[in-house]
């Protein structure tokens, strides 16, 4: 049973870059949560998914965007990249929006540095 | 404002030497809390959910415990291959699924 699989595992980018990671969730879930972890903290929520809408949303510029395609995989989109942007961005999935017995299942991340 | 407050920051046990880490939170209507493990380089990996106070949850070493204002993370007789950092993690009551974790606790743990 394939988890969540996210590409590319690492990436370097300048600021002003655009930026566009991927993510196909585990087998069986239908929505995509994007977090952004910086070194030594826990996952900050950017986004979530589901039936290829934004859902909710935390306290992320509009430079970061996504989207949800049929299969349910999912794309972030990060614009104008800042230094500060560098972090561990996971990707999660679900079983049905806010479903009450379903926990989030992280993929291993992609390790974005901006120079 | 929920937050989730861990401590310590970094633990460091002897083989065998049992433990907690704590997890303080403040949300509004507690809809579920959870932990998590998490390795170096890697994704966070779920360990257990927990709903309602008095409720407890283990797996192997690992004992999870909730109160109304805190959760304990109990490991007993820990070995080396428990190293990791653990985060807790809260989902509102009035949200669609999003989790707010804490900064986690680095639990090191020598032989």
């Known amino acids: 049973d394939a988890g969540v699989t996210q590409s590319p595992t690492h990436l370097i980018k300048t600021r002003g870059q655009q930026v566009t990671l991927r993510c196909s969730p585990k087998s069986g879930h239908d929505t995509v949560s994007w977090y952004q972890q910086a070194l030594g903290q826990g996952p900050q929520f950017i986004f979530q998914y589901y039936e290829e809408e934004e859902r909710q949303r935390g306290n992320f510029p509009d430079r970061f965007s996504g989207h949800q395609f049929p299969n349910y995989s999912s794309e972030l989109n990060v614009n104008a990249l800042l230094l500060g942007d560098s972090a561990l961005y996971l990707c999660?999935?679900?079983?049905?929006?806010?479903?009450?017995?379903?926990?989030?299942?992280f993929g291993n991340g992609t390790r974005l540095t901006v120079t | 404002e929920d937050q989730v407050t861990q401590s310590p920051e970094a633990l460091r046990l002897q083989e065998g030497e049992s433990s907690s880490l704590n997890c303080s939170y403040t949300v509004s209507g507690l809809r579920g809390l959870f932990w998590y493990r998490q390795d170096p380089g890697k994704g966070p990996e779920f360990l257990f959910t927990?709903?309602?106070a008095g409720e407890e949850k283990e797996k192997e070493r690992l004992k999870a415990t909730l109160t109304k204002k805190e959760s304990f993370l109990h490991i007993t007789a820990p070995k080396p291959e428990d190293s990791a950092t653990y985060l807790c993690?809260?989902?509102?009551?009035?949200?669609?699924?999003?989790?707010?974790f804490g900064k986690g606790t680095k639990l090191s743990v020598k032989p």
């Open positions: 993690a809260v989902q509102a009551g009035g949200s669609q699924g999003n989790l707010i």
């Open positions: 999660a999935s679900s079983l049905r929006q806010g479903a009450y017995n379903s926990p989030l299942h």
């Open positions: 927990l709903y309602s």
